[in-house]
């Protein structure tokens, strides 16, 4: 009855906790805060003064790597996982309070916080600490791919097979569900910030040029592509000339970038086999007929369901808003959390 | 719906259905349906469904609307008319209505510091009160159980006083048990008798020789070994059915035979003095009244016990030359 109670005065929240994107789902509200896992951190005096969160969110975004030397804009997670813990929490406890303002009566949230399929349980305790921490009454962890599948409509309560690859910001989760749960999924750490990286080298390499990682992210966004189409595209790029020392100005086309992209999207294309090979045969069967479904920021990679429809030779399909996927599928079994129990995931 | 698509080959008159746009505009650029389904990874027949519309074949919304939007960007046609068009016309699904229902698993905590701090307050505020209800719970239980000894001892009561005579065949081999339980029961007793008689003078007595012992053996301990208050209620509530046991007293004679001389003290379970007196060396007293008798022998190395027709052991309730003891 208490928890009912405290249930009726607090905001469930769903989080996908992203490498690039956090997002928030409210129950009863829907997703209500998307904004970049980035945190800008002031310090002024010595390494042993104190540290004050000066941004967070997409304010501390714009401040990556255009900081000053008593500012750090950092990137809590890294390859899906918390990188830095006690930034991690804070962040959470900034994004809590901006959708959850307390107010009188309000009690401390439930929250559904995703993680990675292939994160160790020490990363699951960290993630679960800092939700926590931020101020969770009860914190019910999700796979990636479950949530990502419920959020793109799939019939995972179903007994036929569902194959669903969330290619997000750190890693790629591949996974084949049935009746409820997960029957088999793998995580890659490939995702959107390989392909930045990816093509932050092929720039360096080819061009003699240094570009940021945001510089690189509108690269991949304006003109990236995953399977040579019949356009080619082209972009004006300024960078600094490692050899000169001086920022110039250079034109790069998509199949450069298609080129530079061919590594962590073998990374993917070889995940998503290996998944269908240790995929059950009935449920492959079932795969075969529908396909798999593209989720994550990744998924808008230009032609990559063409690129791995080619390489499977199985339909692929690109979930409908596949960034809000994972937290609109949080969201979902955050509202049935009181019924369901088996596609939380144990720490 | 847009009056043209990107294509520019379907006009709004034209737009019947969104499989019968993808068809036109298939058979419009020359393909077939097989290049098609090898295009799209799909099979003849999904192909054929799709552009009849035969939604149902088709493995459900969220594939279809992927199906018609791959096979739109195929043809070069702008899906947003066809994907409004799936919108009105598909089947309503409620795709995850019937999440399974299964237990709840309690996720393991670990118990760490943090926003926590109300929580754990409130837990610990829980807890005391939980700890209070069940102790309350344990006092209530065990004041009740008190009642149920009463009326076992009543039991015995009648049944010691009922078959006095057929325990004797298995005394030799019970003396031992009844004077090791006897002995525990004896510190019990002296102290009842102490707390009720305590302004009697003390006398000595024979001392008990006999190690034959209290008849009804196999109720010894649970007669006996039982907390002083249990044995005073005992006494009381026998003390209230007197009346109805008073006839049952046939069995309960008491003899005392004085070896030396010595005090002798018998009170009976309605308080009544049987004996209060100095008994000299070689007298014997035969005493009747209502069990359990309250015995106070002086001399108690130079007296006998009998009890029942049985010869009580004195020697486990002396102390000092004085014994002091309870007969059922």
Known sequence: MFGALSGYFSNDLAIDLGTANTLIYVH?????????????????????AKKTILAVGAEAKKMLGRTP??????????????????????????????VNPSRVFTNTPRIVICVPCGSTQVERRAIKESALGAGARKVELIEEPMAAAIGAGLPVEEATGSMVVDIGGGTTEVGVISLGGIVYASSVRVGGDKFDEAIINYIRRNYGMLIGETTAETIKKEI???FPGAEVREMEVKGRNLAEGIPRSFTISSNEILEALTEPLNQIV????????????ELGADIAEKGMVLTGGGALLRDIDRLLMEETGLPVIVAEDPLTCVVRGSGRALEKMDRVGSIFTND | MTDMNVGGMIGETEFQSAGAALASRRRQMGWSIDEVANKLKLGKKQVEAIEADRFGQLPGNTFVRGFVKNYARLLEMDAAPLLRYLDQHLPNETPQAALPQLREEAMPVLGLSGARGRTSTIGIVLGLAAVGLVSFGIWKLSSQRSEPTLSVSKEAVTSSSAAPVTMASSLPRNSEISSAVTKESSSVTSEVIKGNEG????????????????????NADQQSYRPPEAIAATASHVDVASTSAIPATAGNELKIVADADTWVMVVDSQGVKLASELMRAGMTKDLKGVVPYRIRIGNAPHTKLYFKGQTVDLGPYTKTDVANLELK
């Open chain 1, 69 to 98: 030397g008593s500012i750090t804009a950092i990137r809590p997670m890294k390859d899906g996982v918390i990188a830095d813990f006690t930034i991690t929490e804070q962040m959470l406890k900034q994004f809590i309070k901006k």
């Open chain 1, 270 to 281: 070889s995940a998503v086999k290996q998944a269908l090979e240790q995929t059950p045969p």
């Open chain 1, 224 to 226: 990236g592509s995953a």
């Open chain 2, 199 to 218: 302004g009697s003078s003390a006398s000595e007595a024979p001392k008990a020789v006999d190690s034959s012992a209290l008849p009804p053996v196999g």
């Open chain 1, 28 to 48: 009863g509200k829907g997703i209500v805060l998307d904004e970049p896992s980035v945190v800008a951190i002031q310090q002024e005096g010595g390494p042993a």
